[in-house]
């Protein structure tokens, strides 16, 4: 499991996702928002939008919220956000890519490079670290879905790529242009996912210490604490007793 995964357990387990509640629904409305602009305001009938609702849905995002920020879409007023990536470095060279969505880009580099900055990092070019991870598609069930070999069975059989389960669940990856195909064979079998996204998965990592970990986990909570920020993704490795000594804390 990479570092960043074990760092969003902690988050779960320390209850900090209840307090961040309202800045995740207004992030997963901006994405909403997004997807229903650049497509047709129909889930069924635009692939994103159908995902974007789909994880409002898993993470207990209110109805209304959802439809308003379909309808937001339609609406002249609405802001006119545009995707941006950024790659740097943090602590120890760990690799790190901020996706965002903002309606003002000079606002968000300058708090992402301030975020790396402080952290003893440094922002990069756009490339500088992406050849370290692949795009793919990630699938996310809970552990009560099925155990690791009907999740398996049925992962094979959507034409998934992998399969990593565990006590907090499964995740499953798949060629990131076939994960609308994947989730929807998955769904027949397993019934909705708690997640469904196009993540950057590394493909090399970097083992880190304690001091390191705690260090890298701050910048990336810094980083997702910014309302531009929609994810996060690094590719830092620590042990798990590393992990379950930070998650304690």
């Known amino acids: 499991m990479s570092g960043h995964s074990q760092f969003k357990n902690i988050m779960h387990r320390k209850g900090r996702q ?6 995740m629904f207004s992030k997963l409305a901006r994405e909403i928002t997004v997807a229903a602009k650049l497509g047709v305001p129909d889930p069924a009938m635009n692939a994103r939008l159908r995902l974007a609702v789909q994880n409002a849905r898993a993470q207990s995002m209110p109805k209304d919220n959802i439809e308003r920020a379909i309808k937001k879409a339609a609406g002249n007023d609405s802001e006119n956000y545009e995707e941006v990536r950024y790659e740097g470095y943090g602590p120890a060279g760990v690799a790190v890519i901020v996706e965002a969505l903002t309606d003002n880009r000079n606002r968000t580099a300058s708090n992402v490079r301030a975020a790396f900055t402080k952290a003893g990092g440094a ?11 692949n795009r793919v598609g990630e699938i996310v069930y809970k552990p009560e879905a099925g155990d690791a070999d009907k ?3 049925a992962a094979i059989e959507a034409g998934a790529d992998d399969v990593q389960s565990d006590e907090d669940g499964h995740v499953i990856t798949c060629a990131f242009e076939n994960v609308g195909e994947v989730s929807k064979a998955l769904e027949a079998a397993l019934g909705e996912a708690e997640s469904v996204k196009v ?9 880190i210490d304690e001091e390191k970990a705690e260090s890298v986990l701050r910048l990336i909570s810094t980083l997702e604490e910014d309302e531009d920020v929609q994810n996060v993704y690094a590719n830092f490795e620590v042990s798990d007793e590393v992990m379950a000594k930070l998650a304690a804390e």
């Open 199 to 207: 993540v950057w998965k590394p493909t090399t990592t970097t083992p």
């Open 151 to 153: 999740v398996m069975e």
């Open 123 to 133: 922002l990069g070019e756009t490339g500088s670290v992406g050849f370290m991870f």
């Open 18 to 23: 209840d307090a961040m509640r309202s800045k």
